[in-house]
């Protein structure tokens, strides 16, 4: 369908809609057009250098993360989020660098 087709058939549905089906067609259009950007913005950052460094075997910072027996690096009772998450922000920090 050539976009002067589209364009007219949008125009004679959206002339017999009632004003709150307007408002569902801009929402959705809406809708649509944030679902497209958001897919771009992740697209470009699936296909960074950063990223894909990171996910190279080189850069597998679950071996030094994990210790053979399982057990998780860890210093605290409570919980090891925070020493990992400072681990991983340390290591993608080194990755951006190039160190």
């Not at 709150?20 to 649509?32: G, H, P, Q, T, W």
């Not at 992740?42 to 994990?66: A, T």
């Not at 399982?70 to 989020?81: A, L, N, P, R, T």
């Amino acid at each position: 369908m050539r976009t002067s087709e589209v364009q007219q058939k949008l125009d004679e549905i959206i002339s017999v809609l009632s004003e709150n089906r307007l408002k569902e067609v801009i929402d959705f259009a809406s809708y649509l057009r944030s679902k497209e950007e958001t897919e771009e913005l992740f697209g470009m950052q699936i296909r960074s250098k950063p990223y894909i460094d990171w996910l190279s075997s080189e850069n597998n910072i679950y071996d030094e993360v994990f210790r053979d027996d399982g057990s998780v690096i860890c210093s605290s009772d409570k919980g090891c989020f925070d020493e990992i998450f400072n681990f991983i922000e340390n290591k993608l920090v080194e990755i951006i660098d190039g160190n």
